[in-house]
């Protein structure tokens, strides 16, 4: 059996009616990397469902928006209550070199993973030189 060991159980739920979000912060950790010309991020949103998802692109700054509603019904008496519901945001700040408008999203088993690919113009490439050799005309 479990037992209700939160002193502030109470005080999280009033907080939660009153404001209308949860009184414990909501977290989403995540990973970000680089493997060639692609940027992933990594988030973690155990217990969303796909469709509460929103990613917004505006000028260089990404927002995640998701939203995770409690599995029990509102006449419910909890007697513990650890796993943060409510909406969740986060803004990512991403680089000039990133090319915002080919991100690609996928979501399973609880992470969001975000692609990005580096920008054409930022990948490193090489350069002709022209007229190396200096011309001699050859008599003979």
């Known amino acids: 059996m479990l037992m209700r060991t939160d002193p502030f159980r109470e ?4 907080a939660e009616r009153v404001w209308g979000t949860a009184a414990r912060p ?3 950790p995540m990973d970000a990397w680089r493997e060639g010309d692609t940027f992933y ?13 929103d990613l917004d692109v505006e000028r260089n700054v990404l927002t995640v ?5 409690p599995t029990y019904g509102e006449n419910t008496d909890t007697v513990v209550t650890e796993r943060p519901v409510g909406t969740f945001s986060r803004q990512l ?7 915002t ?16 690919p580096v920008a ?3 990948k490193p490439r090489k ?7 200096s011309r001699k005309e050859i008599t003979g």
């Open 26 to 28: 909501a977290a989403m």
């Open 41 to 53: 991020v990594d988030l973690d949103l155990p217990g969303v469902t796909p469709e509460s998802i």
């Open 93 to 99: 700040f991403l680089g000039e070199t990133l090319d």
């Open 11 to 14: 005080l999280d739920r009033l």
């Open 120 to 122: 054409e113009q930022a």
């Open 101 to 116: 408008d080919r991100i690609d999203a996928s979501y399973e088993a609880g992470v969001l993973r975000l692609r990005i």
């Open 127 to 133: 350069i002709a030189i022209s007229g190396g050799e």
């Open 65 to 69: 928006r998701a939203e995770r509603k």
